[in-house]
């Protein structure tokens, strides 16, 4: 795959502070045939954020157009202890 953890901070950063990025690698023959890399990149504020989607969404990189949808936020994990 073209995508690195350099590659997309050199892509996203343009539009922001970047506070995260993971990228998740196909699992199996049929993800990979597919090339079904997807990826997480976490921006300091949700208006940068709205930037790069705006800016990047649909845009071509190797013949591929980047999708970009808005991720789950995590939920805290509580300390359900006694």
Known sequence: SHW???TLSREFGRFGE???IKIMYPRNDQQR????NSGFVQFKTRQQ???ARANLNGKV???MALR????RAIQ?????GG
């Open 33 to 36: 045939l597919r090339g079904m």
């Open 76 to 80: 805290p994990i509580r300390n359900l």
């Open 4 to 6: 690195t953890e350099e």
């Open 68 to 71: 970009i949808d808005w991720g």
């Open 61 to 63: 990189y190797w013949g």
């Open 49 to 51: 954020a709205e930037s």
């Open 18 to 20: 970047i506070t995260s």
